[in-house]
């Protein structure tokens, strides 16, 4: 590597060192380095950017987005909270269990974890607390089991990966199913592990056979949302990207006609916020495509792929050091850009040793979902701590184990490959 490298190496780790955004970061050292080492034009550099979000995948971001923001502001959450309490019955420490049930359920709603800690939380933190959890404990497990969101479909990082990639969207859809129910099933596990432990609450009160199927028919509307989603899109009836407008159609009609709880300005909060992080998103996109450009004139991929190669023979063992990769960069960086920037080099090097394309995205996006947990960066750690009204240094030991028992799902993903490509064989997306 030449002298141009190693001072935009450098000028990498300062900016992000002084705190400056991601995206700023991203676009700001490949546009120094293309200006002043490369001689390219400004209007290269401007066409570069804008063919950078010039996608029709992309599309679906906002509408995920907003579709998400819509459902969120309906007042859904309460009714698909009744409907885990019922799925998980009078076992002991039910409250934490159902914590994770509706986590699994929103993630047919929002695919974002923040979405789903925020929303989730504001309910479920206090009537735990009420119980009598720990106000740790309980933002621990909300915190964990939200990174369920961007697994099960639809995800909004998995839309970002295939901007990035070409992989199809459904594909994804399909391979995030059982990985998203694999780690959902080691956080039940460990709860209820801490449930007989601890002797946590279990509820004793019966739930009539009347009263049931009123909380069936409240929560089934809700639920059909990544039934229409996944449904269309395996039928071939629309693309993901129309599935989304379709969604937000969807959560449209059933907030204003069925529910009767959106208003007008919930409606404006929704458009704004879902405008305000697809903006942020689609920045991070559009400046990474001058980083992905350095990569390439430079040939970093390549070298990293010679020194990789030359040390690591056995497939195993690289799977094992990308996890760690994987989970470092999802504790120190936002989770889209860290995609944005690893895809381009070690998906092809992965390929090179023989890992499915369609297995490799799934470790990689779980692994960096894990991230959101955990600090210094942990969005869903930060957004947890003021719902709880606990202090982040002694909610961080509570929320550890979980984090381990997400890596176990995690190794069990990495290492049986059928858990992530199982579902998109059935349905057809890959041979």
């Known amino acids: 590597m030449n002298i141009a490298v190693y001072t935009m190496v450098f000028l990498f780790v300062i900016l992000l060192v002084i705190g400056v955004p991601i995206a700023f970061v991203l676009g700001l050292v490949p546009l ?56 998980v019955g009078r076992v002991r420490g039910a409250l934490a269990q159902v914590n994770i049930v509706v986590s699994i359920a929103f993630a047919g709603l929002t695919g974002a974890a923040v979405a789903d800690t925020a929303a989730i939380g504001s309910i479920l933190i ?70 007989v432990r601890l002797n946590h609450p279990k509820r004793t009160e019966r739930i009539s056979v009347k009263e ?36 937000c159609l969807y959560a449209f ?24 992080v697809s903006a942020t998103i689609l920045l991070i996109i559009s400046a990474s ?29 690289f799977l094992l050091v990308v996890n760690v990769l994987f989970f470092f960069m999802g504790m120190v960086m936002e989770i889209s850009a860290s995609v944005i920037m690893l895809t381009p080099i070690l998906l092809p090097l992965a390929m090179e040793y023989g890992v499915h394309p369609l297995h490799f995205a799934l470790i990689m ?9 955990t600090p210094p960066v942990g969005v869903c750690l930060f957004t947890a701590v003021p719902i709880a009204k606990c202090s982040v240094e002694k909610m961080v030991p509570k929320v550890m184990p979980f984090v381990i028992a997400e890596m176990v799902a995690v190794l069990l993903i990495t290492y049986i490959p059928e858990i992530t490509l ?3 064989r059935l349905t057809g997306f890959i041979e």
């Open 289 to 317: 495509q001058l980083f992905s450009m350095v990569l390439t004139i430079e040939k970093i991929p390549e070298h990293i792929a010679e020194v990789m190669t030359s040390v690591i023979t056995n497939k195993y063992v």
């Open 212 to 247: 049931a199927f009123y909380i069936i028919r409240r929560s089934v509307l809700a639920m059909m949302v990544p039934l229409i989603i996944i449904g269309g899109i395996l039928t071939g009836v629309f693309t993901p990207t129309e599935a989304a407008a379709i969604a």
């Open 422 to 424: 199982f579902l998109p």
């Open 32 to 87: 120094i380095y293309l200006l002043f080492f490369k001689g390219l034009p400004l209007i290269a550099i401007a066409s570069k950017l804008y063919g950078g979000i010039d996608n029709y995948v992309l599309l679906a971001l906002p509408f995920f987005i907003l579709a998400g923001n819509i459902m969120n502001n309906t007042g859904i959450t309460k009714d698909l909270v009744n409907f885990a309490r019922l799925l």
């Open 253 to 276: 009609l059933v907030g204003v006609f069925y529910y009767k709880t959106l208003t007008v300005k919930n409606m404006i909060d929704s458009l704004i916020d879902a405008g305000r």
């Open 126 to 195: 206090p009537a735990m607390k009420e119980e009598g959890y720990s106000a740790e404990y309980s933002a621990a497990v909300t915190t964990a089991s939200s990174v369920i969101g961007p697994i099960i479909p639809p995800s909004i990082i998995m839309v970002i990966y295939a901007s990035v990639t070409g992989e199809s969207v459904g594909a994804l859809f399909m391979g995030g199913f059982l990985p998203g129910l694999a780690v959902a099933l080691s956080l039940m596990i460990l709860a209820y592990i801490y449930a």
């Open 365 to 373: 996006l779980v692994n960096l979902n894990i991230g959101l947990t």
